[in-house]
């Protein structure tokens, strides 16, 4: 990506860079915001492959995918690389096309691909053929060597994964738990959910910490609820009683004085006129 952006002047070299930076560190933790800063570089160097890859990927994260498939495209034009393949099939899943995903699986460029993306491409094919509501194919295509091997790789996790979950949705339940089992001992990251999946395949209940667990705590509960009630009551008859006390001194006020009296001015009780009480001091 350096070589590519020493094409580019400095300043704008510079401007572009930031915006990748943004891309990289929103991307998982805010895709919308990821995807607003790729726009960016993309204006700025679209002939540029790693701001088309770039710009990709934030389009992907966001679901735009007929978007990310047509730069994913750019970028694989620009730069003749087939590593953007995988990502590619798993758009055309993305816009309701799982059958071109299966086809592009059966392409030449998968067999350029490295170990890492020869795995992604199988977890893509798997997933088109469970979109087509063909379970027991993609169980069978996620039957390979490296599901077998007992080494760890960065793919593993993923792809012990993707098989349980498959077998679990054909109904082998016994061996969709073993196969938790295993993805759970791999993921280390734990990049998925498969501690959680597990517990739940051996009937373990998760509560909610911030619920009441027996009848006390929710009487407890009813009781508070009821004091305040109490709270709010005796805040309304205090009101009330400050209500009335004004009314009472203003007509203590009104009888005394004597409407006879050449200094008498009807009282004004409703904004409590200080200059005509101040008279009245006076006076």
């Not at 795995?119 to 169980?139: F, S, T």
């Not at 006879?260 to 008279?279: I, K």
Request: glycine share 4%.
């Amino acid at each position: 990506m350096r070589q590519e952006l020493l094409s580019l002047p400095k300043g704008l070299a510079e401007e572009v860079s930031r915006n990748l930076v943004m891309v990289a560190r929103l991307i998982d933790e805010d895709p919308e915001q990821a995807y607003a800063y790729a726009r960016i570089a993309l204006r700025l160097a679209s002939r540029v492959a790693a701001v088309r890859e770039a710009a990709g990927f934030a389009a992907y994260a966001t679901q735009k995918y007929s978007e990310a498939l047509a730069e994913f495209r750019a970028a694989k034009r620009m730069t003749g690389s087939v590593e953007l393949w995988p990502v590619m099939a798993d758009c055309e899943r993305g816009l309701g096309r799982p059958e071109r995903a299966l086809a592009m699986a059966g392409e030449p460029e998968v067999q350029k691909l490295d170990k890492a993306g020869q795995v992604e491409m199988r977890l893509v094919a798997a997933g088109a053929r469970r979109d087509m509501g063909e379970l027991d194919a993609a169980i069978v295509t996620l039957q390979s060597p490296e599901l077998a091997s007992n080494s760890v790789q960065p793919w593993t996790a993923r792809l012990r994964y993707a098989y349980a979950d498959a077998l679990l949705a054909a109904g082998r339940e016994d061996e969709a738990r073993e196969w938790f089992a295993k993805t759970a001992e791999a993921d280390k990251d734990q990049a998925t959910d498969a501690s959680d999946r597990l517990a739940e395949l051996d009937g373990v209940e998760f509560v909610d910490a911030s619920l009441p667990d027996d009848e006390d705590d929710v009487e407890g509960l009813e009781a508070a609820d009821d004091l305040d009630l109490d709270e709010d009551e005796d805040e309304d008859d205090v009101q009330d009683d400050a209500e009335v006390a004004a009314a009472e001194r203003a007509a203590d006020q009104a009888e005394y004085y004597d409407e006879d009296d050449e200094e008498y001015e009807p009282l004004d009780t409703a904004s409590g006129d200080e200059d005509r009480t101040e008279g009245r001091d006076k006076a």
